[in-house]
């Protein structure tokens, strides 16, 4: 991806394993976060979103879990892919706010076949 | 396909040129966005529209001049860039201001 490179985390993993990447926010008041992926020349792509009356959802191999006490979100992928191979970021956004949503610098996923 | 369609997906273009940046979602959506992605930093919001009303400018240089003619379509005006301005200029488009983004591929830009 335009963001993937030099200096972001990364996360190596073995085609077949589950994946664990995550994200800390700062802001107590975001009620609504967002995992994308972003593969390499194409823009961020939803993956799932949360809002923070829940702490967990599931969508087709993934999960996002939410701890609002820690500000911690996490996003897991099971039986990860080669095609999960992507920078992924959370967002976050506030209650009220325009869909200012911040963005996090990005973690890049590595997948070994 | 994403349903946000961006053109060019390359532009290169001099510091006293004028271009600009063209974005279509199909998506019935009622709001549109600019974002920047430069290398080793997080997105930036640049505009928010909500049915073709500017709600949003982050401080935007105004060498960064926005349009938009209706839902569907969302067009960045570029003139007088800088070398620093090359980066990836993303639209998005969304349902209602708070529900989530759909991006398109973006425009890689580049100021000589």
């Known amino acids: 991806g335009e963001n993937v490179g030099l200096h972001l985390p990364t996360l190596s993993v073995q085609e077949g394993d589950n994946s664990i990447i995550n994200c800390a926010y700062s802001n107590s008041a975001s009620d609504y976060f967002i995992w994308y992926k972003q593969e390499s020349g194409k823009g961020p792509q939803f993956i799932i979103d949360i809002r923070s009356n829940m702490d967990k959802r599931q969508g087709q191999r993934v999960t996002v879990l939410l701890n609002k006490t820690v500000k911690h979100l996490s996003l897991q992928i099971a039986a990860t892919q080669p095609g999960d191979s992507a920078v992924y970021f959370c967002?976050?956004?506030?209650?009220?706010?325009?869909?200012?949503?911040?963005f996090g610098t990005g973690t890049l996923l590595a997948v070994q076949p | 396909e994403t349903g946000v369609t961006q053109t060019p997906r390359h532009l290169v273009m001099g510091m006293t040129n004028k271009k600009s940046l063209k974005c279509e979602q199909h998506?019935?959506?009622?709001?549109m966005y600019w974002y920047k992605q430069s290398a080793k930093k997080p997105l930036e919001l640049m505009f928010v529209y909500n049915f073709k009303e500017q709600t949003e400018n982050n401080s935007v240089p105004s060498r960064f001049s926005p349009e938009c003619p209706n839902s569907s379509h969302l067009f960045l005006h570029l003139h007088t860039l800088q070398p620093e301005d090359s980066a990836l200029y993303l639209c998005?488009?969304?349902?209602?201001?708070?529900?989530?983004?759909?991006f398109g591929n973006g425009t890689r830009l580049t100021v000589t």
């Open positions: 998005a488009s969304s349902q209602a201001l708070d529900g989530p983004l759909h």
């Open positions: 998506l019935g959506h009622n709001a």
């Open positions: 967002a976050e956004n506030q209650r009220g706010a325009t869909n200012k949503l911040i």
